[in-house]
């Protein structure tokens, strides 16, 4: 378990439930009807995010998320500081009655998401599980927060200035997030992301004792298609096996572009028949789609496990048989699913 990493998730908790704590606090006030109702609306939006850290905390005891930030002790120093001054503050609030002093306030519990690490925790969390996810709604209630505090004409341009560009960034990092473990071509993840994301989610399979399948794909003649249609041409072919990969898994499987023109899917509690229809279904859809235009086949090697019992070595061990059974498809004659 990343203990650094534990603390960092406890402070975001804390900060979270004071932010409820004052804006459910402001919502039953006696200031402005219409600025108390949106409050009450922004106390409702954290208990979400309270909902997401909370998650988030079972991911780390789990040990699923190790090693997924940079320089973690400084961000954690970083955060704390940022509490202290938030409990401050919020001592500040309760005596406050000016709208000037209400809105600084929640400026400051509103921006300490904008920093570039919890893009990376958004993003990582949204791969590995089902829990809902502020990457989904913080930007809308951002927005929402910086459009009430211009409505409320609040007379400090430095500070509307600093809100518009912290949003700005906050979307940068969100986008430069996504890079870090996206292949941009296929739309899936790429190899760091692939690997890092199947580990966690091995954990995560042993700690709920269920079973595991892997599946190796690869675009048959590829290195022809580039001499023959040019490479722009294989580039459409990377990006329509990648969303044609996307349709025919589920939600809670982990797709990526292992390298080149091989992807790899892993697929958490299945069976092997259905590892092996899944496979199937993958490579008829493909030839289906380029039938009219380009002869597109793919070889697909499957591997699959009742379940995990180290789970590092068995992901890796699992892409491992998965290869070499792709490769016995391609030994077979290509176009074909081997298990």
Not at 34 to 58: N, Y
Not at 66 to 75: A, G, N, S, V, Y
Not at 248 to 264: A, L, N, P, Q, T
Request: hydrophobic fraction near 40%; glycine fraction near 6%; include cysteine.
């Amino acid at each position: 378990m990343d203990e650094t990493l534990l603390k960092i998730v406890n402070i975001c908790i804390r900060l979270e439930k004071v932010a409820y704590e004052s804006y459910k606090s402001l919502a039953s006030a006696d200031i402005d009807e219409e600025i108390a109702r949106f409050f009450g609306g922004m106390a409702e939006e954290e208990l979400e995010h309270i909902g997401f850290w909370e998650s988030t905390r079972e991911l780390v005891i789990s040990g699923s998320m190790e090693d997924i930030l940079e320089e973690e002790e400084k961000f954690l120093n970083d955060l704390e500081g940022t509490y202290i001054v938030a409990i401050t503050l919020k001592e500040k609030l309760d005596s406050a009655s000016d709208v000037r002093d209400i809105f600084q306030f929640a400026f400051y519990l509103e921006t300490y998401l904008m920093r570039p690490a919890f893009a990376t925790i958004f993003g990582f969390v949204k791969n590995v599980s089902n829990i809902k996810n502020p990457i989904d709604s913080y930007q809308t209630h951002l927005e929402k927060f910086i459009r009430e505090f211009e409505r409320q004409h609040i007379d400090s341009v430095e500070l509307t200035s600093i809100a518009n560009i912290i949003f700005l960034l906050y979307k940068e990092n969100i986008e430069l997030s996504k890079l870090s473990y996206l292949d941009v071509l296929s739309g899936l993840l790429n190899r760091r992301g692939l690997f890092s994301t199947m580990h966690t989610v091995a954990h995560l399979i042993q700690r709920d004792k269920r079973s595991c399948g892997v599946i190796m794909l690869d675009i048959d003649n590829f290195k022809m298609i580039n001499d023959q249609y040019g490479h722009q041409t294989g580039d459409q072919v990377i990006s329509a096996v990648g969303s044609i990969i996307k349709s025919c898994v589920r939600e809670s499987d982990i797709s990526g572009r292992y390298g080149g023109e091989e992807f790899v899917i892993m697929l958490p509690d299945v069976s092997e028949a259905n590892l092996v229809q899944i496979a199937e279904n993958i490579r008829k859809r493909v030839s289906s789609e380029f039938k009219d235009r380009i002869p597109i086949t793919l070889s697909a090697g499957c591997a699959y496990a009742k379940n995990i019992i180290d789970p590092d070595m068995d992901v890796d061990s699992l892409v491992k048989r998965a290869d070499s059974n792709m490769y016995i498809s391609k030994r077979e004659g290509k176009d074909r699913v081997t298990i």
